[in-house]
């Protein structure tokens, strides 16, 4: 298995929570993080002190590597974003580190309300899972 860190306060509460879950021991699982290539130094920061705090052993999957390896096309125009291009990312980095399970939390907003809905999402083999939840929309 393995968790998903974006670096955001849904992924800091997360891992928080999986900290003292697993104290006094390390986690028994690697972090992941999708690197868009537009996150704040800070953010990576604080990403790459906090996991070590916790001893925990990160794996990054960049978005930048699938645009130059040709595994996604970077949008281009106003509207351009690497949120969709972080679910290739996120499948090949599964593949490659032979993860059999993902877990972290997502915040959407829901239609017509002024709500935000968190929820845990576990995946099993890489075909089942509903990546259309692993980045924010």
Known sequence: PCMLFSGGKDSIVMLRLAEKAFSPARLPFPVMHVDTGHNFPEVL???DRRLAEVGARL???????????????EETGPRASRNRLQTTTLLDAVGEHHFDALFGE???VLPDAKTRRRRVLPAGECCDLDVTLCHNR
């Open 45 to 47: 920061e604080f990403r």
């Open 106 to 108: 997502t915040t959407d």
């Open 59 to 73: 794996v990054v999957a960049s978005v930048q590597q699938s645009i130059d390896d040709g595994r996604v096309t």
